[in-house]
C-alpha cells in the first residue's frame, strides 16, 4: 500500500467492514466497491454542489467495474435531513427498478450520509450501503459507527436505525472544496478524539496544526486515519451505545445546549462543540479531577485553529443550564457527563451538578486568549 492511502477496518462480526482513507479514493471507486458489495446497480445519494464536484468521477470510476449507477439528488442543509427527503428517494429508487440486489451510495457531507444510509436500511428492508464522506465531520465521525437516520421537526435525529456499510470510501482530496469554516468545524470532532482517547495524537495535532490547516495530503491522511480508527475503536466495543460509546460525546452536553439557543444557526455544531468541550475540562477542574491546566491547554489549540473556546458574549450561563434541563437525553434520569482526567483519557461521572456547570462556565466567561 503506497504512502498516501491507508485503510481501517472496522471489526463488527459478520458486519465487519473497510474504511479506505486517501486522496484520489474516489476515482478507484468502482474496484473497491465491487469487492465489497455483489451489487452491480447503485444509486449515488448526494447533493447539487457536491454532484456537481464529484458524481461523474464515481460513476465513470463504478462504471468502469461494471455498476451502473444513476445519480439521485437531494437538496443541500439540514433541514433536508427528514423523512420527506426519504420518501421522495424512495420513488426515485423505485423509477430506476433498483431492487435487493442494488446499493445505496451517500456520497456528501453528514447530511447526505446519514439519510442515505436510512434509506439502504429501509428500502425493501435494507439493501447494500456505501458511504463516501466529502466534509471532514462526515469522514471522522458521521461516516463510521452506522448510525444513520433523519430529523423530525420537534428534534435531530429521532428516527433512524444503526446500519453498518459494506465499504467507506474517504477521499481527502475533497476535502480542498469543503468551505474553510466546515473544516474548521469537523477539525472539533478531531481534537475531541485526541482530547477522550490519545494524548499522543493531540501532541501530533498540536505540533502539525499548520499543515493541517494547508490541507497537506500526508496530515490529512493521518488525520482522517487516526479519528477513523480511534472512533472505530470504540464503536467496536460499544456498537449500540449501552456504555463505552457515551464518550464519544464529549463536549455535547454544554455544546447542544448552546446550538439550540443560537437556534442552529449562530454557531456550526463543532463550535458549540469546542465551547462545551471546555466547559467539561473546567468542571474537572472544579472536581479536582483533572490539572489545572488542562482547560488552557485545550483552549490554545481552539484559538490556533480558529474555534470558539467560550460561550457568545449574549449567552448567559444560566440560559445554557435551562437549555441543558429541556434536552430529552439529560431531562431523565441521572446526568451522565463525559469529562477527561488528562489529555487523552475520558471518564463519564454522575456527579456532576447543575451549580458545578454553572460556575465552570462563569469561569469560561472569565477566560481570555
Ligand atoms: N451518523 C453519525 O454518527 C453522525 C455523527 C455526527 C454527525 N452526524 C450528522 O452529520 C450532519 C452534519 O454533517 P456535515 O457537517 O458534513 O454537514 P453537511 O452534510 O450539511 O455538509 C456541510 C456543508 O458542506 C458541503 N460540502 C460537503 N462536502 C463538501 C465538499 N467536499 N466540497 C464542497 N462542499 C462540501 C455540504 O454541501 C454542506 O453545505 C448532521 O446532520 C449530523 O446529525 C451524524
Ligand atoms: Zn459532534
Known sequence: ????????????????????????????????????????????VTNPRIGKLYAERVVESLRGAGITAHVITIPAGERYKALSTV????????????????MVIGLGGGVVGDLAGFVAATYLRGIDFVQMPTSLLAQVDASVGGKVGVDLPRGKNLIGAFYQPQIVLADTGTLHTLPKAQFRSGLAE?????????????????????????????????????SIELKAGVVTQDERESGLRAILNFGHTVGHAIESLTGYRGLLHGEAVTIGMVTAALIAQEMGRADELLARRIRDLLIRVGLPYRPPEDIR?????????????????????????????????????????????????????
Open 87 to 102: 420518501r421522495r428517494v424512495y420513488e426515485k429508487l423505485l423509477d430506476h427498478r433498483i431492487d435487493r440486489t442494488g
Open 190 to 226: 478531531v481534537i475531541k478524539h485526541g482530547i477522550i482517547l490519545d494524548s499522543e495524537y493531540y501532541a501530533y495535532l498540536e505540533r502539525n496544526l499548520p499543515a493541517i490547516m494547508r490541507l497537506e495530503s500526508e496530515s490529512l491522511r493521518h488525520v482522517v486515519e487516526r
Open 1 to 44: 500500500m503506497s504512502k498516501s492511502k491507508s485503510l481501517v477496518h472496522v471489526s463488527l462480526g459478520e458486519r465487519s467492514y473497510d474504511v479506505h482513507v486517501g486522496e484520489g479514493v474516489l476515482d478507484r471507486a468502482g474496484k473497491l466497491i465491487a469487492g465489497a458489495s455483489k451489487a452491480r446497480v447503485a444509486a449515488v
Open 317 to 369: 450561563p444560566e440560559a445554557v443550564i435551562e437549555a441543558m434541563k429541556l434536552d430529552k437525553k439529560v431531562a431523565h434520569g441521572k446526568l451522565r457527563f463525559v469529562l477527561v482526567k488528562e489529555i487523552g483519557s475520558a471518564f463519564v461521572s454522575e456527579d456532576v451538578t447543575p451549580e458545578l456547570i454553572l460556575r465552570a462556565l462563569k469561569e469560561q466567561e472569565k477566560m481570555k486568549p
